[in-house]
């Protein structure tokens, strides 16, 4: 994420990433999903997430123009800088005009097309053979100013993640150890609502015994943060296999305790007060437009990347929907815990042990496998944002005061709280609202533009956004700006009525 252009790795076919891309977009914002359903009714969820969908897959198609303009301009240069070399190579003694015409490629696209480049076959030259990540496409497409709000965005994220995952885990370690009948694997998803002071194990409050998972988990997890750490393929096999046995489980469970008669919800259709923590939830949980460039280089066949983006978005509104639906119909409102996988620890709910536990603890197995990956991606970002050109860092900044500012604050937000539908909520309708739907249309903008001042007004990016007309990009800000401006109105007028 801090940009930069990698080895485009190991091709698979146009499936292959279609599996990757579901993957990647169902993760744990799907696991906070059924409460905020169930806390701003049925309908009014249901439309928000088909629109929100909507969005997400049309910026999702401006990233990927954006990647395919980046490749061209990539080409352009590198076409450039080869005839340079060869003219000098030609020239016997002094300076020449051509010499003095190429000293600055990028400059003189910007004043008129170079036609040699269309000539030599300029259907092909957006061909997305590079992974040009986020970070790069904005220092190509935008200004300083541009460059480092996107990073700030980006960083603000990444902060929002960790917190998450952060207290996500010591929240079901809690959740599932503590009790105050004694009975430890039965009392999670019995509907008593327990409160931070309850008792947990003798004199230890439940709040005590999260805060000593939280440190327990900062201190397994986070010295991570000041090496380098990469994922590997079978650590992403076992986490994937994990979390659709998990998924799948309790979609099967709800729906038999429905089709028993034993289904206790009774969701309204909408209470307007759960719109914010749902439409932060809906935003974080199609949450894709970051990694896009790591899930689309590796395509073998981008002819019809679009169609297959928007068949993935469908099956994922079909997931959500399902998930979302059987939880809001088989629990009370009241019952559903912010880790939908919670609510399956209950004896009533499944008899076997090893289920109950498998799904209580099942966001700390993924999760704690994710959280090394994206700190480490969070502190490259600060070194990125920082970086001048030419500069080292010295070895107390590098491997002790950017490694620091990334672990510390997420996990004192974690201390300080451990409401993961506010977390999630948050960081969705806040840094998630700029990843998804401001930086996207700002990258499809800038990129057209200077499409047209390097290839010409008649040269036609191949993998153009379905959605090609400037006025889609005009709604995706307008929609952008006036989210921030309503989650924000909401929060004061909720803190204020307290």
């Keep these: 994420m801090a940009g930069g252009i ?3 790795g190991e091709l698979y076919s146009p499936y292959v990433g279609l599996v990757y891309m579901f993957n990647l977009i169902v993760g744990t914002g799907a696991l906070t999903m059924p409460k905020a359903f169930a806390t701003a009714g049925w309908l009014v969820s249901l439309v928000l997430l088909m629109f929100l969908g909507f969005m997400s897959y049309m910026t999702t198609t401006f990233v990927v123009e954006a990647m395919a303009a980046a490749n061209a301009q990539l080409r352009w240069k590198r076409m450039e800088k080869r005839k340079e070399d060869d003219e000098d190579e030609d020239s016997s003694s002094g300076v020449s005009d051509s010499d003095v015409l190429l000293q600055d490629g990028y400059e003189r696209a910007e004043t008129r097309p170079i036609l040699s480049v269309q000539r030599r076959g300029s259907a092909n030259i957006f061909e997305i053979t590079e992974r040009v990540e986020m970070g790069q496409m904005a220092s190509m497409f935008f200004n300083k100013v541009g460059v480092n709000l996107f990073y700030f965005c980006i960083i603000i994220y990444l902060y929002g993640d960790l917190a998450i995952y952060a207290a996500a885990v010591p929240v079901s370690l809690m959740q599932v150890t503590c009790s105050v009948t004694g009975n430890h694997s039965c009392s999670v998803g019995d509907g008593t609502k327990y409160n931070d002071t309850d008792k947990c194990w003798g004199p230890i409050r439940r709040i005590d015994a999260y805060r000593l998972y939280l440190a327990a988990f900062t201190l397994l997890l986070g010295p991570f943060t000041f090496f380098n750490v990469q994922k590997t393929k079978y650590l992403q096999i076992m986490t994937s296999l994990m979390r659709w046995i998990a998924f799948i489980l309790m979609i099967i469970l709800a729906l038999i305790r429905i089709s028993r008669g034993q289904a206790e919800g009774h969701p309204s259709m909408a209470q307007l007060s759960g719109i914010r923590n749902l439409f932060g939830v809906c935003v974080y949980s199609f949450m894709c437009q970051h990694s896009l460039p790591s899930l689309i280089t590796p395509i073998s066949k981008k002819k019809h990347v679009n169609k297959l983006v928007l068949l993935d978005y469908i099956l994922i509104l079909a997931f959500y929907s399902l998930l979302s639906f059987t939880a809001i119909y088989c629990f009370r409102n009241d019952t559903l815990m912010d880790m939908y996988t919670l609510n399956f620890t209950n004896c009533d709910i499944i008899s076997v042990a090893f289920i109950r536990y498998f799904l209580g603890l099942f966001p700390v197995f993924t999760i704690s496998t994710n ?14 944002l920082f970086h001048r050109e030419g500069g080292t860092y010295p070895w107390v900044v590098d491997r002790i005061v950017f490694p620091a500012i990334t672990l510390i604050p997420p996990v004192l937000v974690a201390f300080c709280t451990h409401d993961l539908e506010s977390l999630v909520g948050i960081t969705g309708a806040y840094a998630g609202n700029g990843i998804q739907y401001l930086i996207p249309a700002f990258l499809a903008y800038c990129s057209r533009k200077d499409t047209q ?25 307008i929609w952008g700006f006036s989210c921030f401006v309503f989650v924000t109105a909401n929060i004061v007028l909720s803190e204020s009525k307290l």
């Design 6 to 8: 990698t080895d485009t």
């Design 371 to 384: 959280f090394p990956i994206i700190a480490v991606t969070l502190r490259n970002n600060w070194k990125t």
């Design 453 to 477: 001042l390097v290839f010409g007004s008649g040269t036609v990016n191949k993998h153009l956004s379905p959605f090609r007309h400037t006025f889609w990009i005009v709604f995706v800000l």
